[in-house]
């Protein structure tokens, strides 16, 4: 164990030292002070298991430093000495958390007794805290295998400064199907910033969901604090490092050993993330007061969106996927509502493709239509969708004047137009027609006289113009709906194209 002693006398550190040498126990001597001050400093950068320190000392008594230390969180065990018998000092020392007082003159037998005390019980506590970390109590109650008691609770509060009976809270990241690759970035970030948000945190992955958890326990800010650090700096940063989908919930609990509970709460209402935009940080409680509007299905879309199958009209049909997500997005219907509606609507696309056409596999547009009943984000959402119409396979892209074209670049503009508003790579549309960048590159602006990314740029810009004019979708949200994963990003690129930003677009042609 590693050891400082104090004392305003060279004499009685010396016999100390002389009783440490001959107790057989296994030291480290930290350093030495016979000053109050010093000593207090000494104790500060060591951290030392164990303090002997004098009660009478010059500079800064020892009570006084007692009580410095351990409102700087310093646990070390400390053996008081003194040769005052007032019972009044002694309890203080006591209540100060002094697991020894010795008076002088010191009797080397009982500093012995004292130090095997000591020296036992840090033996015990390091065995305990070896596996009895933060981690695997937070982890025990994830688990529901942890079922504390008043000694647990007593030990935690010694060990660490907390017990679960106190107030906690949960930040659950939920991170889709690239959570274990991106695991590794949000684990350390959280744990970085997590630590200074007012209080301590814990991070537990959880496989199974897809969920990093911090779990914020012993506040030293009220929690409401401590949530706006996460809002405002924790979920920024995890935004701007991922680009991939990203849903953010918060729970508090009025016990931290209701962390399963309240993450089974959480993923019973994840879904209602289809209300909010990316990058919020949702408190459960929030959805709890959240009233949502009743949803009218868009029956003349359905109309419109048939008669655009049956005419193989690729764009109409893009056109009437987009104004359902424009009327889903407008007002806060409730999550049930809006995946029923795409459902329907998806049943009245297939079953009118069908008067015209096999279908190629139905059990994967089943598993499409279950993928969107599932879904938690606009993102997922999108997916299915997007899956769903390659299913159907629509022979909707073709148009007028693709005769003059070779078949390779017939096919190439074709899948431009089908897959302009996901952000299709001159790379991904060359490795789906087997050949390479540099020939499909050169023979797209041989063939159609303008460069592939800017034939794909220039599909993108007229897509957002008609969402400006005809939806009232957010900027994000239209940014989700042509391929950006960044709005500002997009705003830039459209200036560039058109000369004024998508915000002033609008507000010109409205």
Not at 156 to 161: D, L, P, S, V, W
Not at 425 to 448: G, H, M, N, P
Request: proline share 3%; with cysteine.
């Amino acid at each position: 164990m590693r050891i400082v002693i104090t004392d305003r006398e060279k004499t009685v550190i010396e016999e100390i030292i002389r009783a440490l040498q001959k107790s057989g126990l296994e030291y480290e001597l930290e350093g030495t002070a016979q000053n109050g001050q010093k000593g207090y400093e000494l104790i500060e950068s060591t951290h030392p298991d164990l303090i002997i320190m004098d009660v009478r000392l010059e500079g800064m008594d020892g009570l006084t430093m007692l009580k410095k230390l351990r409102n700087k969180g310093i646990t070390s065990k400390v053996i008081m000495l003194t040769k005052d018998t007032d019972f009044n000092t002694a309890r203080e020392a006591i209540e100060l958390g002094a697991d020894s007082y010795l008076l002088k003159p010191l009797k080397t037998e009982e500093l012995h007794r004292e130090l095997l005390k000591i020296s036992d019980r840090l033996a015990e506590e390091k065995a305990i805290t070896s596996v009895f970390t933060v981690e695997n109590i937070f982890r025990g109650c994830l688990n529901g295998q942890l079922h504390p008691d008043s000694r647990f609770h007593a030990v935690t509060r010694e060990i660490y400064g907390f017990t679960l009976e106190e107030p906690a809270a949960v930040a659950a990241i939920w991170l889709g199907d690239r959570y274990v690759e991106l695991c590794e970035i949000v684990c350390p970030l959280l744990e970085k910033m997590g630590n200074d948000s007012g209080a301590s945190v814990c991070v537990l992955p959880v496989d199974v969901w897809h969920v990093v958890t911090a779990v914020l326990y012993r506040f030293e800010d009220e929690r409401e604090k401590v949530y706006s650090f996460f809002q405002s700096q924790v979920i920024p940063a995890l935004c701007k490092k991922i680009k991939d989908e990203i849903v953010c919930f918060w729970g508090d609990m009025k016990e931290g050993g209701q962390l399963l509970e309240k993450l089974r709460e959480i993923q019973q209402v994840r879904e209602w993330n289809l209300l909010y935009d990316r990058g919020k940080l949702i408190p459960i409680s929030q959805i709890e007061k959240k009233e949502s509007i009743p949803l009218k299905y868009p029956v003349e879309l359905e109309q419109r969106v048939k008669r655009a199958v049956l005419a193989s009209d690729g764009e109409d049909i893009k056109r009437c996927y987009y104004r359902v997500y424009d009327l889903l997005r407008r007002q806060p219907h409730s999550p049930a509502d809006m995946k029923e509606c795409l459902i329907r609507f998806n049943m009245a696309v297939i079953n009118a493709y069908k008067t015209q056409n096999e279908i190629e596999s139905e059990l994967k547009i089943q598993a499409c239509i279950q993928n969107i009943a599932e879904a938690m984000s606009w993102g997922q959402i999108r997916t299915a969708m997007e899956e769903f119409l390659n299913l159907v396979s629509f022979k909707a892209f073709t148009e007028e004047g693709d005769e003059q074209f070779s078949p390779l670049i017939r096919r190439a503009v074709q899948l431009v137009r089908k897959y302009y508003d996901q952000g299709v790579t001159l790379e991904e549309t060359a490795e789906r027609l087997f050949v390479s960048e540099e020939y499909l590159s050169s023979q797209f602006k041989k063939e159609t006289g303008a460069g592939f990314t800017e034939t794909v740029r220039h599909y993108r810009i007229e897509r957002i113009k008609g969402l400006l004019l005809n939806t009232r979708l957010k900027l994000n949200q239209i940014a989700e709906l042509t391929g950006y994963t960044d709005p500002k990003y997009m705003s830039r690129v459209f200036k560039e194209e058109v000369g004024v930003l998508p915000s002033e677009y609008r507000k010109s042609v409205s």
